[in-house]
């Protein structure tokens, strides 16, 4: 059986990849697992002894290798590899490939390998990152498979708190789940605001609304000063893009309902988001204009892909941003 995982975010695919496992061993426990980074030295040699050794036990294998798209040289030894393998496949084999690249980006890459791999594992493919209802859903089941129940505007709250990140997510529930089941006398088992205040801390210690607010009031000058302090404090410049795309992501939400005359007091259950978040957010939202927020969302996405495609140095990127926006 062959499956191929791929998609930008690498938090997503890593998941995709551990759940696939977890299925094969559910059915066959004595399976046994090889992982291969294709990039590393001998790392196409590794593939191919995996997938041509044949045990005299017979005993079954998962092969997980990713990197396969490393350079030219690597797509063809490993094409030539699978091509052979299809040719008479292991039925006790089980293949997990996977890439942190999208579709066109795999396929500009390497077309004939990417090509193969989908045609040959028609129910894998691009694993998109959870938004909105589909992460407060994940965010729920996940305290409800530990015995714990959160209620939607908790699970909100959390996920703010986390900058809209499954992986930090991950992280800050299975710390209220050791928390909340310390005491295993306790007959509470729902996670409360009170919880998150004591457990759940942002990420980053720069104030998620400040280079938004200093935007929307056009000081530009104090927003070169606050990028300038988070970058000395060490603050991650990805992490500061990550939280200025969710700042605008919010604000053309929120910019959205109000043009269609949505009351204030419906904007948190239409928009879907904490009742914070809109009072921090609503005011700076009248001061955009909505092509103004569409394009700077824009170049911001853009700048995204750019710097993990090692194009842009999203330092430099930051500071010009905030000088003529």
């Known amino acids: 059986m062959f499956h191929f995982f791929y998609g930008q975010e690498n938090f997503s695919v890593k998941e995709a990849v551990k759940k696939k496992t977890a299925d094969f061993l559910k059915t066959a426990p004595d399976l046994i697992i ?25 005993e079954g294998k998962i092969v997980i290798a990713n990197a396969l798209f490393a350079n030219g040289q690597t797509q063809e030894a490993v094409l030539e590899i699978l091509k052979k393998y299809f040719q008479d496949p292991e039925k006790n084999f089980h293949l997990i490939f996977y890439e942190f690249y999208s579709g066109p980006e795999l396929n500009k890459k390497g077309k004939k390998l990417f ?3 989908s045609q040959n594992a028609p129910k894998s493919g691009e694993i998109l990152p959870l938004k909105s209802s589909a992460l407060e859903k994940w965010c729920i089941e996940e305290f409800k498979s530990a015995g714990l129940k959160i209620q939607v505007p908790m699970a909100r709250k959390l996920l703010f708190l986390v900058s809209q990140s ?12 050791a928390y909340k089941n310390f005491d295993s006398q306790s007959k509470d088992k729902e996670v ?13 210690t720069l104030n998620n609304f400040d280079l938004t607010d200093t935007m929307a009031g056009k000081n530009q000058r104090k927003a070169i000063l606050l990028l300038d302090r988070y970058l000395s404090e060490g603050e991650d410049p990805y992490a500061i893009l990550g939280l200025v795309i969710y700042q605008f992501r ?43 927020l569409k394009r700077i969302y824009q170049e911001l996405r853009d700048a995204d892909i750019n710097a993990k495609n090692g194009v842009l140095n999203l330092s430099d990127f930051l500071f010009s941003f905030l000088m003529k926006n």
């Open 250 to 292: 919010v604000l053309l939400r929120i910019k959205s309902l109000t043009k269609k005359a949505v009351p204030y007091s419906q904007l948190a259950g239409l928009s879907k988001l904490h009742p914070f978040v809109i009072r921090k957010n609503y005011e700076n939202a009248r001061k955009f204009e909505m092509e103004d």
């Open 166 to 177: 499954q992986e930090k997510a991950k992280n800050e529930i299975a710390k209220l789940i």
């Open 115 to 117: 090509q193969f791999l």
């Open 192 to 204: 409360k605001e009170a919880d998150l205040d004591k457990i759940v801390a942002p990420e980053l």
């Open 34 to 58: 090889e992982k291969i980074d294709i990039n590393q030295e001998g790392g196409v040699k590794s593939l191919k002894d995996a997938l041509e050794t044949r045990s005299i036990f017979n």
